[in-house]
């Protein structure tokens, strides 16, 4: 787990813990097959709540009530002038040619499918299926990262302090996706991130057992990021002041738009990425968690908020595992964290059921009869 975060004043419910801007992150690479539209550096939105409805609902000719309310503003937005990537405003766009893009930057060649990078993405787009989690790309910008930095010793030592480990020696337990069955696809993609990316600063990221070290850190580390101009738009929709029955009215029609875009595209779907935090990091998991985590900005700060009171001291946890897993048995989730997170919880609920039967949740007794190939995949969708 994490080294272990603890307050130092009390905390009341609903309050902001902190807010923390990631060390690195980057967009899944799904996103664009989707059509999601996100700013290539700092993922807010880049349509606005209503193209995001109609997008979601397949209906181009809806229109939205309030439109102020929406924050999106396509006037700021900018596009790097070699390669088209678009930004939410010039000081993302600045910040990613400071920090990566020099690198990552594929100018002229960004249609090239033999362009080192290219191939990097597509290699892990047949790897990894959507609902995608830690993203090649966040490994990219790490390296381009420190190759662009003048003090690349001060980056190094900032991606240094996430937990790298591949194993849990003390536990036996191996993180899923570096045991056998993925040998092969991990060593392809270690010799296209090579090609595409190699520096001597960084021979040991290169190595088999360093890229197994970058993966894991990736793997272990990397916090989920949702950003959705629509959701934004509810939110601030709910502040308004409304007489009541402008109020029934609309809270009505935002019931029914939330019903029809899950009726016809599924699960509500933000635009995603992944990024690393330092603090975020820290954090243990609890399957009763007295903290969690959002993006109410609607691009990559990371809001912790009290989800209930929490004493100077007491440790403030998070949990590793999302609402529906953690409904699961202690053996579910527990076989969840092993393969995911390399250790076995013994947070307050799991003590409480150390006693009942180690079983699994239905969901997996029904997979219990798939073929290999078939839990290949699942296992490389879910992490």
């Given amino acids: 787990q994490g080294k272990g975060l603890f307050a130092t004043k009390n905390i009341r419910k609903g309050e902001t813990v902190f807010v923390e801007r990631p060390v690195v992150s980057s967009q899944f690479l799904w996103n664009a097959l989707y059509n999601y539209r996100a700013c290539d550096h700092c993922l807010r939105a880049l349509e606005t709540a209503e193209e995001n409805a109609q997008r979601l609902l397949g209906k181009s000719s809806l229109v939205l009530p309030h439109p102020e309310q929406c924050s999106i503003r396509k006037d700021l937005h900018q596009q790097c002038p070699r390669c088209q990537v678009t930004y939410c405003s010039a000081e993302c766009k600045q910040a990613a040619l400071e920090q990566y893009h020099q690198v990552l930057?594929?100018?002229?060649?960004?249609?090239?499918?033999?362009?080192?990078?290219?191939?990097?993405?597509?290699a892990w787009r047949n790897m990894h299926y959507p609902p995608e989690t830690s993203s090649i790309m966040l490994m990219a910008r790490m390296v381009a990262t420190v190759k662009q930095a003048k003090d690349k010793e001060w980056w190094i030592k900032a991606f240094s302090q996430f937990c790298n480990k591949t194993a849990n020696e003390e536990e036996?337990?191996?993180?899923?996706?570096?045991?056998?069955?993925?040998?092969?696809?991990?060593?392809?993609?270690r010799l296209l991130f090579t090609e595409a990316l190699y520096d001597e600063h960084l021979s040991r990221w290169f190595t088999p057992e360093g890229f197994r070290s970058l993966f894991a850190l990736v793997g272990t580390n990397g916090q989920g990021i949702g950003t959705s101009s629509l959701s934004q738009w509810v939110h601030a929709c709910d502040a308004l002041d409304l007489p009541m029955l402008q109020r029934e009215e609309l809270d009505a029609f935002i019931d029914q738009l939330y019903k029809d875009i899950e009726k016809e595209s599924g699960e509500f779907l933000n635009?995603?990425?992944?990024?690393?935090?330092?603090?975020?990091?820290?954090?243990?998991?609890?399957?009763?968690?007295?903290?969690?985590?959002?993006?109410?900005?609607?691009?990559?700060?990371?809001?912790?908020?009290?989800?209930?009171?929490?004493?100077?001291?007491?440790?403030?946890?998070?949990s590793y595992l999302d609402c529906c897993q953690r409904e699961r048995s202690r053996h579910s989730r527990n076989k969840i964290l092993r393969e995911n997170y390399l250790f076995t919880c013994s947070c307050p609920k799991c003590l409480a059921q150390a006693d009942d039967a180690d079983v699994t949740s239905d969901e997996e007794e029904e997979g219990e009869g798939e073929t290999d190939d078939a839990e290949l995949e699942d296992e490389m969708t879910d992490v």
């Fill in 105 to 122: 930057c594929l100018g002229p060649s960004r249609d090239d499918p033999t362009h080192p990078l290219n191939k990097l993405q597509e």
């Fill in 172 to 189: 036996e337990i191996a993180h899923k996706l570096l045991g056998d069955k993925f040998k092969g696809q991990l060593e392809l993609l």
């Fill in 271 to 318: 635009c995603e990425g992944s990024g690393l935090y330092v603090l975020q990091s820290c954090c243990n998991h609890s399957c009763i968690p007295n903290a969690e985590t959002s993006f109410p900005e609607n691009n990559f700060l990371l809001h912790l908020t009290a989800l209930e009171d929490i004493e100077a001291g007491e440790e403030i946890c998070i």
